[in-house]
């Protein structure tokens, strides 16, 4: 796949590689962000790749100048709105420690919206409900 020909992800390559504001999405077809979402998947699965040739998993070697260059480029990367969605779409895919690299400032993907919390029913509540329940069967 040629990202800088190929006619589903005009103007992908230059977000890529030139800093901007990762807006790709905007007044693409749902087919082209479902075919980019497909291709930012390809794009993580390298990130992989290099977390694990060059063990990234250890903070101290992520200073590296090799490591350094790499980690810059993937922060570029994570700011881009296909990408972060392919990575909320398939980070379960991935091993807990990748997870919590990018995840990280190292990279900057980012974690699930927690569920909404729920306010636990007050003491009150969960008796007037058992005898209400108690008293209608």
Known sequence: MQVRTDTNLPGLFDLLFV???GKWKS???KE???YAV???LQMIEFMWI???ELNLVLPEKRNHPSA???CLMFTEWAKIDVVREAWLRYRLTFSQRFRNFVEDIAVGLPSPAPPPATAPKSMATTVISGMT???SA
Do not use: K
């Open 68 to 70: 350094r260059g790499w």
């Open 19 to 21: 800093p901007g504001d």
């Open 32 to 34: 082209q962000v479902d």
């Open 38 to 40: 497909r291709f930012c």
């Open 50 to 52: 290099i977390f694990m």
């Open 27 to 29: 007044g693409r077809s």
């Open 133 to 135: 329940a108690f008293l």
